[in-house]
Nanobody
Framework: EVQLQASGGGLVQVGGSVILTCAGS????????IGWFRQAPGKEREGVAI????????YYADSVKGRSTISSDHDKNTVYLLMIGLKPEDTAVYYC????????????????????WGQGTQVTVSS
């Protein structure tokens, strides 16, 4: 059973940065797609940054491209999301998720393909 736990959110000022951590167990990096989604109030959950180490696929939403970096520590089964230059529109609950098998790039933001989800961590960007 895949278990994921997200942490690292909080209140951040505009232009600040945040590092989110997803500690996991029960999954294999080469077989899974692992990544971050977010959901703002009244909006659908959207993919933010997702990668598949098996084939090197990495996806970033256009809204965070250039401001975000997803990385992993395979020994610790942990995935990180660094976001800099935070904007008010980055305010959301951030979830880490895992999919097995890893979806193709064309479907990598399809939330229905991700069976395992962490509990979410709130990021609030204040102006």
């Amino acid at each position: 059973e895949v278990q994921l736990q997200a942490s690292g959110g909080g209140l951040v000022q505009v232009g600040g940065s945040v590092i989110l951590t997803c500690a996991g167990s029960g999954f294999s990096f080469p077989d899974h797609a692992i990544g971050w989604f977010r959901q703002a109030p009244g909006k659908e959950r959207e993919g933010v940054a997702i990668f598949t180490s098996g084939d090197g696929t990495t996806y970033y939403a256009d809204s965070v491209k250039g401001r975000s970096t997803i990385s992993s520590d395979h020994d610790k089964n942990t995935v990180y999301l660094l976001m800099i230059g935070l904007k008010p529109e980055d305010t959301a609950v951030y979830y880490c998720a895992a999919a097995d098998p890893a979806p193709p790039l064309s479907l990598i933001t399809d939330t229905t393909l991700f069976a395992s989800w962490g509990q979410g961590t709130q990021v609030t960007v204040s102006s």
